[in-house]
């Protein structure tokens, strides 16, 4: 089993920055994909961003190419998401995920989730 903990959560006004982290625990795979989604209010949860621990790869939405960068601390086993130029649009409950993934955007491929941190961005 693997247990991952999001934080980083939190109020911020549009344009600013938040920094998500989500450290996993329990059985971790090196080869496995490391996601962010999120879920708005009403909205499906989508992909925002996957990293490889493998070679680092990674992957964004085209909503925030440019504003978000995922990295790994393969040694911590912790994934982050650095959020900067916030829009009122990015708020929604991120999720982290981690999973053996041939698709890193697709939601079903992956195999353990955690909690959720929500994220709101005022005007």
């Known amino acids: 089993q693997v247990q991952l903990v999001e934080s980083g959560g939190g109020l911020v006004q549009a344009g600013g920055s938040l920094r998500l982290s989500c450290a996993a625990s329990?059985?971790?795979?090196?080869?496995?994909?490391m996601g962010w989604f999120r879920q708005a209010p009403g909205k499906e949860r989508e992909f925002v961003a996957g990293?490889?621990?493998?070679?680092?790869?990674?992957y964004y939405a085209d909503s925030v190419k440019g504003r978000f960068t995922i990295s790994t601390d393969n040694a911590k086993n912790t994934v982050y998401l650095q959020m900067n130029s916030l829009k009122p649009e990015d708020t929604a409950v991120y999720y982290c995920a981690t999973g053996n993934t041939i698709r890193p955007a697709d939601v079903y491929e992956y195999s353990y989730w955690g909690q959720g941190t929500q994220v709101t961005v005022s005007t």
């Open positions: 329990g059985r971790t795979f090196s080869d496995y994909t």
């Open positions: 990293i490889r621990r493998s070679d680092r790869s990674t």
